[in-house]
């Protein structure tokens, strides 16, 4: 069965703040997809990044950067010099190729205050 | 192109009516979700298909059915709307198995 989890239900920072997003996930097959989704107050749903069970290579796109960890299961989202645009709803996502199903974590709330 | 267009944007049901939620892709994608998005719970899988003639049940299945006659489309039919279906419901397709989803821009679904 797939799974993932994402304990951190709200977080608040001050602009200009690191902020690390935890994501946790299970499953038993050996080759996954692993994904970010941002959902701004609009409500829209926007991919960030992919990551398949094959590449640990960690990731940086600007502000934005994960850390991959199969020995954890982990999927980690920082952002670096938070910004009050990036306050949303974030969500990771894992998908199995032999499931075909792309499940979700409850989310966590980024709230980035001036 | 469009990506995925949902329709209707809003709606209000009374217990026990039917409707049908409309999603339509233009990117020749073959696979397509449902989901729905509860307060606290993320987004949930209703039904999923890997292509025209192929559908599949998610995690919380019961109350709707979908068909999957065309690439294009993938309707979610609520067969006796109730107050827990109350959620916003969002349809997404991607390309492959490795794809990330497109996501339309939601239906917010009120059951009274």
């Known amino acids: 069965a797939q799974k993932v989890t994402q304990a951190q239900t709200e977080i608040s920072v001050v602009e200009k703040e690191d902020v690390t997003l935890d994501c946790v996930y299970e499953?038993?097959?050996?080759?996954?997809?692993l994904f970010w989704y941002k959902q701004p107050p609009s409500g829209e749903l926007v991919f960030l990044i992919r990551?398949?069970?094959?590449?640990?290579q960690n990731e940086i796109s600007g502000r934005y950067s994960w850390n991959f960890q199969k020995s954890t299961s982990s999927f980690n989202f920082t952002i670096t010099a938070s910004q009050v645009v990036d306050s949303a709803v974030y969500f990771c996502?894992?998908?199995?190729?032999?499931?075909?199903?792309?499940?979700f974590g409850t989310g966590t709330r980024l709230q980035v205050f001036p | 192109n469009a990506g995925v267009t949902q329709t209707p944007k809003f709606q209000v049901l009374k217990t026990g009516q039917s409707m049908t939620l409309q999603c339509a892709q233009d990117?020749?994608?073959?696979?397509m979700s449902w989901y729905r998005q509860d307060p606290g719970m993320g987004l949930r899988l209703i039904h999923y298909?890997?292509?025209?003639?192929?559908?599949d049940q998610g995690e919380v299945p019961n109350g709707y059915n979908v068909s999957r006659s065309t690439t294009e489309d993938f309707p979610l039919r609520l067969l006796s709307a109730a107050p827990s279906q109350t959620s916003v419901y969002f349809c997404?397709?991607?390309?492959?198995?490795?794809?990330?989803?497109?996501f339309g821009s939601g239906t917010r679904l009120t059951v009274v």
């Open positions: 996502a894992l998908r199995t190729y032999n499931t075909d199903k792309l499940i």
């Open positions: 997404a397709s991607s390309y492959g198995r490795a794809q990330g989803y497109t």
């Open positions: 499953t038993r097959d050996t080759t996954y997809y």
């Open positions: 990117m020749n994608h073959e696979y």
């Open positions: 298909s890997v292509g025209a003639g192929i559908t």
């Open positions: 990551r398949n069970s094959f590449d640990e």
